[in-house]
């Protein structure tokens, strides 16, 4: 069960960083800054998932 803990806080932050690539764009950013954290966010939602 605690690993089911885990896997929601993963996509959690895998949101969290879908966030932060919208606001970087929005806020005219170069294209460095949402491509990492673009990246960072499918690594974090692809480990939730294959973590539950």
């Known amino acids: 069960m605690p690993s089911n ?3 929601v806080g993963m996509m959690f ?3 969290f960083f879908v ?3 919208v606001s970087a764009l929005r806020q005219g950013h ?3 800054v949402p491509v990492i954290l ?3 966010a499918a ?3 692809t ?3 294959l973590w539950w």
């Open 5 to 7: 803990y885990l896997a």
């Open 13 to 15: 932050v895998g949101l």
């Open 19 to 21: 966030g932060g690539v």
């Open 30 to 32: 170069g294209k460095l």
């Open 38 to 40: 673009g990246v960072l």
């Open 43 to 45: 690594l974090a939602i």
């Open 47 to 49: 480990a939730g998932v």
